[in-house]
């Protein structure tokens, strides 16, 4: 009798700090956050400029705590030139949900050299997924120009200092 009161102690040694510490972390998971471009005014119709609403996600994903995903829906056409994603952020990690398409403005909208449509920088814990698109337009450039026309440097995504 006493070799199991004695068994059962040190059982129960052994399992109680394990369940004490499953307890406490049970509270401590990361908060996950969602940050769809559409409820921030986009239209996603393929003309109109979508950058005041897409920097609106993005700054609210960036200044959240735990982990956030900026949602660019799919069906929808985004129009965008100049989009600057800064860091640091407070999130953890940002997670951009590419899963409509983005595309560059018309030819005679561009008037920098050095343009480009998306520029992230300073960004820690990065991930950029989905089925979308990022089309530069790029063929409207060869199919008008010339060697007389100049083309911008144009840049669809350029990524700096980001891990």
């Known amino acids: 009798m006493q ?30 956050s969602t940050y769809n471009v559409l409820d921030y005014g986009a239209n996603g119709d393929g003309k109109s400029d979508n950058e005041n609403a897409f920097l609106s996600a993005w700054n609210d994903a960036c200044g959240t705590e735990g982990n956030a995903t900026l949602v660019i829906p799919k069906g929808k056409v985004f129009m965008l030139k100049n989009l600057q994603l800064n860091g640091p952020c407070k999130a953890n990690s940002i997670h951009i949900q590419l899963s409509g398409d983005i595309v560059a403005p018309t030819m005679d909208k561009w008037s920098d050299e050095n343009s480009r449509l998306i520029i992230i ?35 669809s995504l350029y990524i700096n200092n980001t891990t």
């Open 121 to 155: 920088s300073n960004v820690n814990s990065l991930r950029i997924d989905g089925g979308g698109n990022i089309d530069g337009k790029g063929n409207t450039w060869w199919e008008t120009c010339n060697k007389e026309c100049k083309r911008p440097g144009v840049r």
């Open 3 to 32: 070799g199991g009161l004695i068994s059962s102690i040190l059982i129960l040694s052994f399992v109680s700090p394990c369940l004490c510490f499953t307890r406490l972390n049970f509270g401590l998971e990361t908060k996950e």
